[in-house]
């Protein structure tokens, strides 16, 4: 009767050894990326424009990215708010760049919503434009509050949960391995709200983004 659970022992171990090994070999491989943006760039940026009406505010924080990174931000007529439902929050996004290994998008609420954010190899950092943000850190019994201008920081393997108020914006910069947040994008779509439409158009923004990429990294950025 105990080699049954002996080899469970054995299997949980295996599982763990080569959870282990993937771990170092994600983190080497994120040691190798030449990265487009740094965070502190995208948050400086998007500081000037926090407490200006959120629509004004994206429209100057798209230009001056795409002054400053030619060739690595959409063009205007592939830029589209798609509704979001993951964790159980609601939201709308507008993909600007994304690799395999860093992205930046603008994210938002028009009427509130809050819920779980997720817990994968990425770190996320979102600097607010307009309205309030609460976050609540696992371990802990109080939350924090973030206003325009302030930045929050999710760290890789780190669980929280969010609230935003009605009419928060922010811009966001996901830095790791960008393909581990897809199970969380598409959980609430696949067994909730069956909007497969916005899966869609989510997943589409992300090939032109890989796309736009590829054309820059083999052809060079247009003049």
Known sequence: MQWPV???????????????????????????????????????????????????????FIVELRRLHPGHVLPDEELQWVFMNAGGWMG??????????????????????????????????????????????????????????????????????????PNTWMVEYGRGVIPSTLGFVMCDTLFSTQDFLSLFYTFRAYAWALRLELTTYLFGQDP
């Open 92 to 165: 709308a996004v507008c993909l600007l760049h994304a690799s395999l290994s860093e992205y930046v998008l603008l994210f938002g609420t028009a009427l509130g919503s809050g819920g779980h954010l997720g817990r994968y190899w990425v770190e996320i950092s979102d600097t607010i434009i307009s309205g309030t943000y609460h976050r609540w850190r696992e371990g802990t019994t109080k939350s924090e509050v973030f206003y325009p201008g302030e930045t929050v920081v999710h760290r890789p393997g780190e669980a929280t949960a969010a609230e935003w108020g």
């Open 6 to 60: 002996g080899r469970r022992w054995v299997r949980a171990a295996l599982l763990l050894a080569a959870a282990a090994v993937l771990a170092q070999v994600v983190w080497i491989w994120l040691g190798t990326q030449s990265f487009i943006f740094e965070r502190e760039e995208i948050e400086l940026l998007a500081r000037q424009y926090a407490g200006l009406d959120h629509e004004l505010a994206f429209s100057r």
